[in-house]
């Protein structure tokens, strides 16, 4: 073959070619071999805390809540239509008004035949009377009434009268306990001072303890010993004050009750001492208080002081016994003042308890009974005349006479009844639908509903109807919260509940489907009814948990876990995961807050798998989050 032909030949081109660009690609190989293929940087993303909430989308239109069909409750001649079609209403708003004349004239015939029914029984009630045996009745009614009542007063009166003793009593004695308290407390000091003196002189450490206690009660008596004589002295003087003034004032009320005179300033006054009383008992039961508080702390000391000399190392001296026989005493006075204490505070507890029932009486009790009495023999007198003058008036016409006055009530309340239902009002908010007739013509009553006169759309409740698959049905149910967008709407976002849902399935296109209604809870002054939108039913969320990245999840033999990076290594970790959505899943254990982990490229094209992969060899496959290896 001439091989210059071959060459400038089409074949021979085609072979030139193909050898020149087996040349280069050979040169390209070679210059490759050796060079290490760049490394590329993983993807990573932190363990973080947040929310992660699991939804059913339901898309649907939304429709208005129901309707109301209204009728006049009779027929007539239409008058008047106070509204228009597509125009809101609120509820009780007049709607259409009937032809009034007829009703008008009837209701002002029944209304005078009621005047003269009940003109007629007033003249043959006038003129009845009571049987004899209701006189006998009236009068025996009348004594057991007014002997209650007298016998509610007496009580009243005595319970208030020994209030009062009562009261004079415990206040009497309670300052003459409360001063021999008072020199109780010189009595101790003496006796802790007189166990000092008969203390040895040894410097053991029991004996330093018993001095230093004692030392210590005997400061405390004497700072009680000077409060007592300041703030416990003027808290008594005001107490006895107020409880001076208080009988006082029951002296004045007393006299105004015995002489049945006006009783309000009297009650005025003791109220005002009542208010002084409680403030100054409630001051010197807190100097009490303080004073029994600090001569606690000194029986504390005393008692300590008893422990120091009986220890085991103590109890056998004999050169403490004098010593121990004047702590036993001066523990004897200690216990007696804390009986004496009790007494005084329950002394003084029990005089406010009997000041509560002197209140009772003089701000109400006895007023009330002497009134009650009063009003009981006034109404026993009245009822007394009125039963002689039923016996003296039999009423022969009295039961006719009631029967015409409740019939002519009766036609009255029929007239009044169908002239207030001349005026159609709306029962509740809502749209004009339509109004079946002009005025002029007559309209049908009788309240059919089937042949409404107008038809009112509610618009107080708007509801998005949709359907559900049977994958999502079983995880809704009523009264579930879901967040609404209208698609018309955009940015404008609504709450709702579930508040309908089919039990039984419809079948579409072969496909059995669920009806549901989300009631939308406050909606928007924009959403009309027809317009589409999507509800997204929570059905179950956690606050506050361990997410990762649904991407970062693997599952390698049977396992599911993450890549945590640590030291710049990839390490396959174990975990265990909760609730998960379209984007996020919850770690329940395995990782920890901050931990950055890896998540997997994505396949661009055939690769093949590293021996060793999977979790403990250092990488694996790729797996599709959520379905298992």
Known sequence: MNLAFFVTSWPGRIVALGLGLGIIFGATRVAGVGQATPSVAPRTATVTRGSVTQTVSVSGSVNASGQARLAFKTGGRLTNVMVSVGQSVVAGQALAQLDTTDLQ?????AQQSLANAQASYQKQLLAA???RAQLAETQRQNATDIANAQQTLTKVQTNYATAKRNFSSITGSFSTDLATYRVAINTERSEIQQTLVDLPTSATSDVNSARNALNSA???LASVQGYADSILSGALTDYASSRDAITRVLGDFDAAINAGADTNAAVAAYQNAQLSYNLNATKLQSAIDSVTSQVGSA??????????LNTQSSRSVSAYDAARTDLATAQSTFAAQSVAASTIKTELSQAGTTLSTITDAVTNGI???????????ERAASSLRSAQSAVANIPF???SAQVNVDNASTAVQTAQSNLDAAILTAPAPGIVASIANQVGEFVNGGGNTNAAFIVLTNTTALVLHGTVGEADVSKLKIGQVANITIDALTGQKMTGKVTSLDPVATIQQGVPVYGIDVTIDVPATTVKAGMSGTASVIIASKQNVLIVPNTAIRTVNGQRGVQVLKDGEAVDTVAQFGLSNDTSTEVVSGVAE???????????GTATARPGGGFGGGGGPVIVPGRGG
Request: charged content about 10%; glycine content about 8%; overall charge negative.
């Open 299 to 308: 029986q504390g000391g005393v008692s300590s002081a008893v422990s120091s």
């Open 397 to 399: 016409n009295l039961q």
């Open 129 to 131: 009377n009571d049987t």
């Open 105 to 109: 004239s009837t209701l002002a015939t």
């Open 367 to 377: 007023a009330n009974a002497i009134t009650t009495l009063a009003s009981t023999q």
């Open 594 to 604: 901050g931990d950055v982990i890896v998540i997997p490229q994505a396949r661009t």
């Open 218 to 220: 005997d400061g405390t």
